[in-house]
């Protein structure tokens, strides 16, 4: 019986065209700032996004952590939602390296909530309070099942941040998603925010990398943090050939994914239009016991919670699997 892998989209294993573009990718030492296939990669990601530099790093967490570091010192606080990646999942990488501490608001879908961010927002007020330096938003929402944030909102916490001069920080590990899901330009996204963490690696199939992208100073400053952090790397090209790999071939093809999405959450009785991208939540108070009987048929979920499942469609699961994912979890 084949396993049908819908832990996560991070499972995906490269393509022989994506290995192939790999052994043959030009290279040179990345810390020395020689490696064309990883500059090449830079200059096309920031172009992308509509911003002057980026800068490869071998995780998410890693890009979000240079990124976020680059608008919050030591002792200064980011507002993001209480899901969000960077709060739950990166293991208190922002506090316990940057120094830095954080604030929540709380909504279901992972969305922008001005109001909330606003009466938040801490100014300088010297020795007496955290000052707020930055508001970290995250497109598409992991947690949130893949939820898209809708670039108007995007757009007025934009205005409104710069109005006080707080940066934005776009956790962007699935924008790719985003772009697919709703025809809004990559760069778009881009003008939303000072500074992004983009990955490589979960949607788009390779195996590894990540960037941040942002401000030819703010990227400088990163170089030197990644190389504090142990992520100076050498001949990284042949990472840096497969990103530039997926992009030319996996990104389109993020709508297949989608399609897949809405026939798992149909299969599981939950309603279609609320699945925006890739990604499915579903609620059960026996998620256990769900996620085990899922595997006996061969199909791999992860639990998300005590009572939510998730399910993720990517490049390694066909229609055909999805389909028959679809036909295994509508029996359970
Ligand atoms: C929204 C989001 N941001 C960041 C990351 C971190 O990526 P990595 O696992 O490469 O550190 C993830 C990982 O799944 C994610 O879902």
Same mark, same amino acid.
Do not use: C, F, H, K
């Given at each position: 019986m084949k396993t049908i892998d819908l832990r996560s989209d991070t499972v995906t294993r490269p393509t022989a065209e994506m290995r192939r573009a790999m052994a043959e990718a030009e290279v040179g030492d990345d810390v020395y700032g020689e490696d064309p296939t990883v500059l090449e990669l830079?200059?096309?990601? !920031?172009e992308l996004f509509g911003h002057e530099d980026a800068l490869f790093t071998p995780t998410g967490s890693m890009a979000n952590v240079l990124a976020v570091a680059s608008l919050v010192a030591a002792g200064q606080e980011v507002l993001c939602e209480a899901s969000a990646h960077i709060a739950r999942a990166e293991l208190g990488a922002h506090g316990a390296v940057t120094g830095l501490t954080m604030r929540t608001w709380r909504d279901?879908?992972?969305?922008?909530?001005?109001? !909330?961010?606003?009466?938040?927002? !801490?100014?300088?007020?010297?020795?007496f309070f955290v000052r707020t330096t930055a508001v970290s938003v995250e497109n598409t929402h992991n947690f949130a099942g893949g939820a898209v944030l809708p670039l108007e909102d995007l757009q007025a916490l934009r205005?409104?941040?710069?109005?006080?001069?707080v940066g934005v920080h776009l956790d962007g590990a699935r924008i790719w998603n985003a772009h697919v899901a709703t025809g809004v330009p990559l760069a778009s996204y881009g003008a939303c925010a000072d500074v992004m963490a983009v990955c490589l690696s979960k949607g788009l199939g390779?195996?590894?990398?990540?960037?941040?992208?942002?401000?030819r100073d703010a990227l400088a400053e990163a170089r030197v943090r990644r190389k504090r952090m142990g992520g100076g790397m050498r001949?990284?090209?042949?990472l840096a050939a497969a990103g530039l790999h997926a992009l030319d071939h996996h990104l389109d093809r993020l709508a297949d994914d989608h399609a897949n999405a809405r026939l798992l959450a149909e299969a599981c009785g939950v309603d279609p239009e609320t699945v925006d991208t890739n990604i499915v939540v579903v609620?059960?108070?026996d998620a256990t016991r769900f996620v085990a009987g899922a595997k006996e048929g061969g199909v791999l979920v992860s639990p998300v919670g005590p009572r939510a499942v998730r399910l993720v469609t990517h490049l390694d699961v066909s229609a055909e699997d999805a389909k028959t994912a679809a036909g295994v979890l509508a029996r359970m």
């Open positions: 830079q200059r096309r990601v !920031a279901a879908r992972g969305q922008v909530d001005l109001a !909330a961010i606003q009466e938040m927002y !801490a100014p300088d007020l010297g020795p205005t409104w941040a710069g109005s006080v001069g390779a195996p590894v990398g990540s960037l941040v992208v942002g401000s001949q990284v090209g042949v609620q059960r108070d």
